[in-house]
Structure formats: C-alpha cells, structure tokens
C-alpha cells in the first residue's frame, strides 16, 4: 500500500439523531454517498492511508460504500459522541504517519482541492494546521503526529480536537475559495445544499 507522511481519518460513525437517525454516512449528495465522497477527496488529496471510522449502521455502510484501499475501522463507542471516534481513529493509524487529515463525514462541500491544500501544510509531526473559510477555522485540521496522545486526551463525547488545539499555535489554510465548510446536521441543511 503507498503511504504519504499524512494520513487521512475520515470520521463517519454518527447516528444522525437529528435527522431522525438516518446515519450520515449513508447520506447522499449528487447522487454518491457522503462517506463515499469524502474518502474519495482524502485519496485525490494524496493522503495515504485513509482510514474510516464507522459507527451507526456499520454493516450497511461496508455493503454499500465503495471504500476500497480504505481501513475500515469499526467504532463501537459511537453513540458516545465523536470524542470517542476521533480517538479509535487516530489509534488505528501506522507508526509511520507524521499527520493525519481529518475529516468529518457531514461536510460534502469540503473536497479533494481543500483537503490538498491543508495536507499541503504538513512540514514536521509536531505541526498542526486547519482549512479556514473566511479567516475562521475549519475542518479539514492537519494533526501532527507528536499531538496525537494529547488529542486522544482530551477527546471525550462530542468534542474533538477543539479543545486540544486552543491556545495553540494553529496554522490556518484559507479553503473560501474553493470549498464550503457547510454540516448537515438537521434535515434543513440537506435541503439547503445546492445541487
């Protein structure tokens, strides 16, 4: 398998409570499904290996998702909250990985030119970096490797890195231009996407 010095974690575990536990994973947008094409954009932003964690409806997600030249990793911790999946994520990774892209699964305006752009930050493993969008700060986030115990750390329920990377020295990627930074969260936001 080809690797790069930045890996990519797609975080696809959430149950979708507020869009009446419809799975996100198994969302679609343009006709592919989300986990779909965010896999697909860390693979053409060169990060190698991507590696995604699935929760909720795991099974139908493997029968359904092309993730071929994907790890899989399953996250029984899920319902827990993306805390849990962050960590499950970064633990699965090689030794060898300097960084990990990580990427959320309910953000399918965020593609391959995004994602280049922020793994394209990466220098050493004690780095971080993340997309902006107007000067505020982002997903993707670039976690160097030397901050992967701490993240681990402090990522607990719902919280991920955030509070991990506050107060630190964050290198922000604006990403305006070509991506949108938009969560389908409820079943507005799905509805509010352009098609």
């Known amino acids: 398998m080809t690797t790069s010095p930045v890996a990519g974690l797609l975080l696809a575990a959430g149950g979708g409570l507020r869009l009446g536990g419809r799975p996100k994973a198994l969302l679609t947008y343009r006709g592919r499904l989300f986990v779909d094409l965010a896999a697909e954009a860390l693979r053409a932003a060169g990060c190698a290996p991507v590696h995604v964690v699935l929760g909720a409806a795991a099974p139908e997600v493997r029968t359904r998702a092309a993730l071929t030249g994907c790890a899989v990793v399953e996250n029984p911790d899920w319902p827990t909250?993306?805390?849990?999946?962050?960590?499950?994520?970064?633990?699965?990774?090689?030794?060898?990985?300097?960084?990990?892209?990580?990427?959320?699964?309910?953000?399918?305006?965020?593609?391959?030119?995004?994602?280049?752009?922020?793994?394209?930050?990466?220098?050493?493993?004690?780095?971080?970096?993340?997309?902006?969008?107007?000067?505020?700060?982002?997903?993707?986030?670039?976690?160097?490797?030397?901050?992967?115990?701490?993240v681990c750390a402090g990522a607990r329920g719902d919280v991920g890195a955030r509070g991990y990377l506050r107060g630190r020295e964050v290198a922000l990627v604006e990403c305006g231009d070509v991506a949108a930074p938009d969560d389908v969260d409820e079943p507005g936001d799905l509805v509010d996407l352009p098609t």
């Open 81 to 150: 909250g993306m805390g849990s999946s962050l960590r499950a994520g970064l633990a699965s990774l090689p030794a060898a990985a300097g960084a990990a892209l990580v990427a959320l699964v309910d953000q399918p305006r965020i593609g391959a030119a995004a994602m280049r752009r922020v793994a394209g930050a990466y220098r050493s493993p004690a780095g971080l970096a993340a997309a902006a969008y107007g000067g505020r700060r982002g997903h993707p986030v670039l976690i160097g490797a030397q901050h992967f115990a701490g």
